[in-house]
């Protein structure tokens, strides 16, 4: 396995992800006065786990998007937002994962840093995996649509209960910078304060935790990988079964069994970690 062709795939793609993250989250200003941009773009969905109440958001995340949809008591399927999933799965996969989410980016960072405990996977990982499926179905679909107020209003179960990426990139900047907001924090703050701060102890010690267990997005993405054009593609003709892909794999998925698991973010390790040149990646 060359290593040198390892990281420096690893460079590119978070300079890929550190660039676009400031373009889909750059309205610097919302810091500054701690306000939410509420511009014309705010009406379009972006590929990745994207806060919309994100200060510096430029555009919706698709998973607040339906919900926000599904919650109205005028109730319409979100067949934009369904669409935007299906136009994307199609097209990418879970490639969104590993290179547009602005969340994927800080676990990524996050798991840099050098710490001597680092696990490829956990007990029960293989069950886990499952979770996202669940978390989707339930608070993102169900609970939505049917769990409702006396007005025909609901909540956005997902973000308003568990999404981290919201607590981030739009709770944590927004009370900092917004003194009567800070007054008005309670239980629900606390709460998603709490799983932000395990997610960002988890992801000292293995890749991803959020993505492999609770993400919606991802799981729909994943759905994707098998029929998607952008897939990884193996030529048995060149593979040795030296397993250096799968070494590479912080995902911990055998590239050579399964190419285009769910599970895979298409970060592009294992095919810079094949010396054969048996992986190939791209829309073909």
């Not at 969905?45 to 339906?66: Q, T």
């Amino acid at each position: 396995m060359d290593k040198k062709r390892v990281k420096k795939q690893e460079r590119f793609r978070t300079g890929f992800q550190l660039a676009f993250t400031a373009l889909t989250n750059g309205y610097v200003q919302g810091f500054v006065q701690g306000k939410i941009y509420q511009g014309p773009s705010k009406e379009v969905c972006l590929p990745g786990l994207n806060c919309y109440s994100c200060p510096g958001a430029l555009g919706a995340c698709p998973i607040g998007a339906m919900q926000a949809i599904a919650n109205d008591r005028n109730f319409t399927m979100p067949f934009y937002v369904w669409g935007f999933l299906i136009g994307v799965g199609v097209l990418l996969g879970r490639l969104v994962c590993g290179f547009m989410c602005p969340f994927g980016l800080v676990q990524d960072l996050l798991y840099k840093i050098p710490i001597p405990w680092k696990f490829r996977r956990i007990k029960g990982d293989r069950f886990l995996r499952f979770l996202k499926y669940g978390i989707l179905l339930v608070f993102v679909l169900i609970l939505p649509m049917f769990f409702v107020g006396a007005f025909g209003q609901g909540d956005p179960w997902f973000c308003k209960y568990i999404c981290p990426s919201g607590t981030l990139m739009a709770g944590w900047p927004l009370a900092l910078f917004n003194e009567g907001l800070r007054t008005a924090l309670g239980f629900l703050f606390v709460w998603k304060s709490v799983i932000l701060i395990v997610l960002i102890l988890l992801s000292l010690m293995i890749y991803r935790p959020f993505c492999r267990y609770l993400c919606p997005l991802g799981a729909v993405y994943g759905l994707f990988n098998k029929l998607s054009l952008y897939r990884l593609r193996v030529d048995e003709a060149r593979c040795t079964g030296c397993g250096a892909c799968k070494a590479s794999c912080r995902l911990n998925i055998d590239p050579r069994k399964t190419p285009n698991s769910l599970e895979c973010i298409r970060c592009g390790r294992c095919v810079k970690a094949c010396d054969a040149g048996a992986l190939r990646r791209g829309i073909k």
